[in-house]
């Protein structure tokens, strides 16, 4: 089904808080939409990497990192220069999220270690795991800047209530 709607404008990453977060509430309105009535999981993820990517300034590298194994992570679908193709999950900040379920938000990745670079530019990054709601790791959701500290405690929310959508949406999901 295709779905015409209107582009987002782009948040400059100096945007104050109200803003950045009104911009995240439709950008993730927008999605659903996007998303609506969509059951393949790899449609989705680039759907979602492409609508992140247009709608923030200081995004540059949005994308998805699929846990193929208990321990792999193969590049899925992104926007941006190109990204590593395989992660250990004993590597990186995209490893450390998959490792621990958790969040990484990384003000400055020089300071992270075993940051592995994809792009000499990068900065800061946020990695968010998708889960289902039993706990299976379907990928992470990778973000980088080429600006200092770019992500913050409103993209972390915003960011991790999308990835919990789509653990929920494609909970039963085989594609890997
Ligand atoms: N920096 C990531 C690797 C992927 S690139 O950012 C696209 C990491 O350290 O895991």
């Known amino acids: 089904m295709t779905v015409s709607l209107p582009a987002l404008s782009s948040l400059p990453v100096?945007?104050?808080e109200p803003e950045r977060a009104?911009?995240?509430e439709a950008v993730l309105a927008?999605?659903?939409a996007l998303l609506e009535g969509e059951t393949d999981w790899i449609a989705a993820m680039a759907t979602v990497a492409c609508a992140l990517h247009h709608a923030f300034d200081y995004y540059h590298w949005t994308g998805f990192y699929r846990a193929v194994s208990d321990d792999l992570l193969i590049v899925g679908p992104y926007q941006g220069t190109h990204g590593c193709l395989?992660?250990?999950f004993s590597r990186g900040v995209c490893g450390a999220a998959a490792r621990t379920r958790q969040t990484q938000l990384v003000p400055d990745?020089?300071?992270f270690p075993d940051h592995i670079a994809c792009s000499s530019t990068t900065q800061s990054e946020i990695v968010v795991?998708?889960?289902t709601p039993e706990?299976?790791?379907l990928a992470v959701l990778d973000v980088d800047?080429?600006?200092p500290a770019a992500f913050n405690a409103t993209d972390q929310h915003y960011l991790e209530q999308l990835c919990a959508a789509l653990g929920r949406r494609f909970a039963h999901t085989t594609q890997r």
């Open 86 to 88: 395989r992660i250990p």
């Open 30 to 32: 927008y999605i659903d």
């Open 109 to 111: 990745v020089h300071q």
């Open 145 to 147: 800047s080429d600006e």
């Open 22 to 24: 009104r911009h995240y």
């Open 129 to 131: 795991p998708v889960l």
């Open 14 to 16: 100096d945007a104050d």
């Open 135 to 137: 706990g299976r790791l």
